[in-house]
């Protein structure tokens, strides 16, 4: 739950012991928050602190290398212990398209759209148009999961199913 929708809930609607554990579930997460951007701090960019779709805090941060990076996301729902919860690995392919290599965590709880979000900011922030990326063999086991997703994420989506292959790409137009 946000700060925010506690603060300006019906408080009428709610009783006592659950507006108390709504509110230790904040704190908790509050908490491990300032704790986890401690930990990752030492080794990483921390990037951001967003919420899911269920409002709990994450923390989003940055590994890179020259043309090489990742983009990870870590829930503060449990404390930091150097493994992150989803990432986006990209690659920098040229002066203005950031390349997407793959995709991997927790599915079904906001994650991915959390990770879209922050690099599609630092693609803006950086001046690259474009964000592309391949859709491979090994996708076609929810590739259309995948294309909803892109799309959903404002991504021109080609699918050849023959092939099993297709390619996204996002221009910041």
Not at 8 to 18: G, R
Not at 132 to 137: C, L, N, S
Not at 138 to 153: C, I
Request: proline share 1%.
């Amino acid at each position: 739950m946000s700060y925010s929708a506690f603060l300006n809930m019906d408080k009428d609607n709610k009783d006592k012991d659950q507006l108390k554990k709504e509110l230790d579930t904040l704190e908790i997460q509050l908490f491990r928050m300032q704790n986890n951007i401690k930990e990752i701090a030492k080794h990483a960019e921390v990037i951001s602190i967003d919420q899911t779709k269920d409002e709990n805090w994450v923390v989003i941060y940055a590994d890179r290398d020259n043309k090489n990076f990742q983009l990870m996301l870590h829930s503060c729902e449990k404390p930091y212990r150097g493994n992150w919860n989803s990432a986006i690995q990209a690659e920098i392919k040229g002066e203005n398209t950031i390349h997407i290599s793959d995709i991997k965590g927790e599915e079904n709880k906001g994650y991915g759209s959390i990770l879209m979000k922050h690099l599609k900011e630092r693609a803006r922030e950086k001046n690259f148009q474009y964000i592309t990326g391949d859709i491979v063999k090994r996708d076609f086991d929810h590739v259309d999961r995948l294309a909803y997703f892109y799309k959903k994420h404002y991504f021109h989506v080609t699918i050849n199913h023959e092939e099993q292959s297709g390619e996204i790409v996002w221009n910041d137009e």
